[in-house]
């Protein structure tokens, strides 16, 4: 929505605050059911505070932000895919699946429409459908680019502006997985997106991005191509070493509900990793 604003701890434009946690054991990954705090405005779009028994142990691993009879919106903790891939690994949309089927008693097959990916190593908030008409129109949002992503990133380097618009032209390499800023051109796509520095320290800057177009590794390349490359994206020039993840999160999601076409916004606090960087 225009003019909100999006704080570190997960605030939502309502007022709401949500306290998302999770820790990591080797080879499996536990994430907690959420806390809610309730606002005060009688107005706001209501939460669903699940009873957690209701939810077997089996579907706990999901951390749920938002859900309805048409949508569910989770935690992607880095590391985890959206979708499955030849990896087998397991995915966000298998957890999505599990915990509709054992929350709801639903025997075979669940519908988990996928209308966004967030990369493997990015984490925040991730949306589903969970019927085919929500699938079809939130997809359509996604594809007009009404949806309004706001990413949180801790990048190396300060921004010689406190504030700005970038804009540039990506071409991807589609035998790597990379892309790359070039001159305009029938293969470039034109990408844009808004900056804010929230805070520096060192050599390091915290920055709220709003992504204004949706290109494949977009903040990733737009950035490094100006010396900020992400911390632990070795890929676009990080010299910060993580292990399977970096340091840009999908703070906050805005879109217009597919049925009852009001503006939704969910968000999720920074992982708790990200407090080495005492940013």
């Known amino acids: 929505m225009p003019g909100c604003r ?6 939502t434009s309502a007022g ?3 306290e998302v946690t999770h820790r990591r054991q080797r080879g499996s990954i536990w994430i907690t ?3 809610f705090r309730h606002p005060t405005s009688s107005t706001a779009r209501p939460f669903v505070n ?5 939810v077997p142990r089996s579907a706990q691993k999901l951390k749920v932000l938002f859900e309805d009879n048409h949508c569910l919106a989770v935690f992607k903790p880095a590391g985890v895919l959206t979708m499955g891939d030849r990896t087998g690994d397991v995915s ?3 957890l999505a699946r599990e915990y509709l089927r054992q929350k709801y008693d639903k025997p075979g097959n669940v519908f988990v429409g996928v209308v966004h990916r967030l990369d493997r190593p990015v984490s925040g908030v991730l949306l589903f459908a969970r019927t085919s008409k929500a699938a079809a129109r939130l997809s359509e949002q996604f594809r007009k680019h009404t949806v309004r992503k706001v990413y949180h990133c801790v990048v190396e380097g300060r921004p010689t502006e406190s504030s700005g618009e970038l804009v540039d032209w990506l071409a991807k390499d589609e035998s790597q997985n990379r892309s790359r800023a070039v001159q305009r051109s029938d293969e ?3 990408s844009r997106l808004s900056y804010r520095c929230l805070k520096s320290a060192g050599s390091l800057s915290l920055l709220e991005i709003e992504l204004l177009t949706g290109r494949s ?3 990733r390349v737009q950035l490094s191509s100006r010396g900020l490359p992400i911390c632990g994206d070795a890929k676009y020039g990080s010299k910060t070493k993580l292990e399977g993840w970096l340091t840009l999160h999908a703070a906050a999601l ?4 597919p049925t009852q076409h009001e503006p939704i916004t969910v968000t999720a606090p920074h992982p708790a990793e990200w407090k080495r960087f005492r940013l």
């Open 50 to 54: 699940h009873d957690e028994a209701r």
């Open 16 to 18: 709401r605050v949500l």
């Open 6 to 11: 999006f704080g570190v701890n997960g605030t």
């Open 217 to 219: 590794h977009q903040i």
């Open 188 to 190: 470039a796509k034109l």
């Open 33 to 35: 059911l959420p806390l």
């Open 254 to 257: 805005t879109f217009e509900h």
């Open 92 to 94: 966000l949309v298998d």
